[in-house]
């Protein structure tokens, strides 16, 4: 097929993209490099350098028909995004309504979106399921919330066949692409920036949580494996339809469950500070993935933490935020 993937210069787009190549797809990548990375993309993909507001309209009509998008492109940082709610209106509802008319315009067939766990909020329940109530806590999770409901009317509308994949923590890296954000806001590279000694100690927010250890539990899942639901959500698409998906692990890990993990894999003591809670982190936050398991035959193939843990760590020690 012939693709383009928004935002495919980022970490997990560009993951997907080498994914994409591999499976033998045509791929344009189209990101406007505020924080992907050029060097980034995979090579045998093409990059057009432009923000999907205003290039996405031509992209898409240039040349023969594209059979889908990936669209990954958009603001994901929480503190940001309360700060600066009018970025995240901008870049993640408006710049997908552009993206979606250019769409419409130019017959593309599916979309695949990067949704996020962020749309339920503080659940009543774990594992979280797809029917949970959706009540984001922040213009980041409801910005991409505002895009799973203009998604559906799409399809409904317009005969649009979508699939939104909502997850949790991806972690790892994956031949030459990893995570590089400046900041970095995720716990496994920033356990690495210790390890690597760019940080003088990691930083445990709240260990007084009702959990086996007191520390705050999350869903982690390989960047490989999210690739992999990515290809076949692009296979399941059908007309009209928008389907949801949680990914994840579906079991959880504690940030001390992280912490060991960098220390058996690095051998590296990685010492802690322990600080106050931060505001509006729930103790356990674990995703259902029974759905898009059933649904599409997904399973985690990297489930362990050791196992992306070990790919991030490759990833650092090869020097990619040197590039």
């Known amino acids: 097929m012939r693709l383009l993937v928004t935002g495919g210069a980022g970490y997990i787009g560009s993951v ?6 591999r499976a033998g797809h045509e791929v344009t990548v189209l990101d406007d490099l505020s924080t992907g990375h050029a060097d980034g993309v995979p090579d045998g993909a093409r990059l057009v350098d432009g923000d999907i507001a205003d290039t996405a309209a031509a992209v898409l009509a240039d040349g023969p028909a594209y059979d889908g998008v990936l669209h990954f492109a ?5 503190a940001e995004s309360v700060e600066h709610p009018e970025r995240y209106w901008h870049t993640n509802v408006a710049g997908t309504l552009a993206l979606l008319d250019a769409m419409r315009a130019n017959a593309v067939p599916r979309l695949v979106f990067s949704s996020t766990a962020a749309t339920y909020g503080e659940p009543d329940e774990v594992p979280i399921t797809e029917t949970a109530p959706t009540r984001p806590t922040n213009p980041y999770g409801a910005s991409k919330l505002a895009v799973d409901l203009m998604i559906t009317s799409e399809a409904r509308a317009h005969g649009l066949g979508a699939v939104s994949l909502r997850y949790f923590n991806v972690a790892g890296a994956s031949d030459g692409c990893g995570e590089r954000h400046s900041p970095e806001t995720h716990i496994v ?3 690495l920036q210790v390890v690597r000694g760019q940080r003088e100690t990691f930083a445990v927010f709240g260990t007084d949580y009702p959990t086996p250890d007191g520390t705050c539990i999350r869903d982690y899942v390989h960047v490989d494996d999210l690739a992999e639901a990515h290809l076949l959500a692009l296979d399941a698409t059908g007309p009209g339809e928008h389907r949801i998906y949680n990914l994840g692990n579906g079991a959880g890990f504690s940030v001390l469950d992280v912490v060991e993990a960098v220390r058996r894999v690095t051998g590296h003591p990685l010492p802690v500070t322990s600080s106050p809670r931060r505001p509006g982190d ?11 398991r059933e649904d599409l035959g997904w399973h985690p193939g990297r489930p362990t933490l050791d196992e992306m843990v070990a790919d991030a760590w490759a990833f650092e020690r090869a020097g990619a935020d040197g590039r």
């Open 282 to 292: 729930p103790a356990v936050l674990v995703a259902s993935s029974a759905r898009i």
């Open 16 to 21: 997907v993209t080498l994914h994409l190549l």
């Open 74 to 78: 958009a603001k994901a940082l929480v």
């Open 189 to 191: 590279p920033i356990a």
